[in-house]
């Protein structure tokens, strides 16, 4: 059974650091995408950043520049370094993870982010 754990949140103020970690494990697929996702009460689920086993990164406009993703595939995981963070950025980041075949997602149970102004 394929597990996802975040840890890394926390409490932060504003134009603070924090750096979120994610591991996954027991997945009889190969991996292709790990990442990040947000989600604050009463909206969706959003991107933050994700990156390909190719390499690829793509980040959410509101995090360019401030935010780093990085990935080791040997060890199946995935950081997620929050520079510069806003109170806007308080929220409850989950990690994300697709297999190659099947195509399958996997979530994490989520990290809280809150930063105080």
């Known amino acids: 059974q394929v597990q996802v754990v975040e840890s890394g949140g926390g409490l932060v103020q504003s134009g603070g650091s924090l750096t979120l970690f994610c591991a996954a494990s027991?997945?009889?697929?190969?991996?292709?995408?790990m990442g990040w996702y947000r989600q604050t009460p009463g909206n969706q689920r959003e991107l933050v950043a994700i990156?390909?086993?190719?390499?690829?990164?793509t980040y959410a406009d509101f995090v360019k520049g401030r935010f780093t993703i990085s990935r080791d595939i040997a060890h199946d995981t995935v950081d997620l370094q929050m520079n510069r963070l806003k109170p806007e950025d308080t929220a409850v980041y989950y990690c994300a993870i697709e297999t190659f075949s099947p195509r399958l997602q996997t979530w994490g149970q989520g990290t809280q982010v809150t930063v105080s102004s």
């Open positions: 027991g997945s009889a697929s190969v991996i292709d995408v």
């Open positions: 990156m390909s086993s190719a390499g690829t990164s």
